[in-house]
């Protein structure tokens, strides 16, 4: 998917220690879950961490969940008029690659999405 996009408004990263994990990992959901723009987030801990993280991530073996694939919910401080490498879409937020090489997420709506 890597393609160039324009921050459209600055982001600031709003968490200090965002959940991470890798895949197999297992995850313990609180029950805690919100739809946002049509898009399940549940609430999970793992490895020491916590936060939202988008229901595709997890998987349930014997009724235990545990982590699809490695996620990590870094997000990326951005300013407006600066390009960024998307890598990743889903539920609303991009994964991108900064110029100087660091990479998190950015809600899509602080993104222009060039015509293909």
Do not use: K, N
């Amino acid at each position: 998917m890597a393609r160039e996009l324009v921050v459209t408004r600055d982001w600031v990263s709003s968490v200090s220690d965002p959940i991470r994990f890798t895949s197999g990992t297992p995850i313990d959901l609180t029950g805690r879950e919100e739809v946002r723009h049509g898009h399940r987030w549940l609430w999970a801990i793992a490895e020491g961490r916590e936060g939202w993280v988008p229901d595709g991530v997890v998987a349930f073996v014997d009724r235990t969940p545990y982590a699809l694939h490695d996620h990590s919910a870094v997000e990326l401080t951005c300013q407006a008029g600066e390009v960024l490498t998307a890598i990743e879409r889903t539920h609303g937020w991009t994964l991108c690659r900064s110029g100087s090489g660091e990479t998190g997420w950015v809600p899509d709506g602080h993104l222009e999405f060039p015509e293909a």
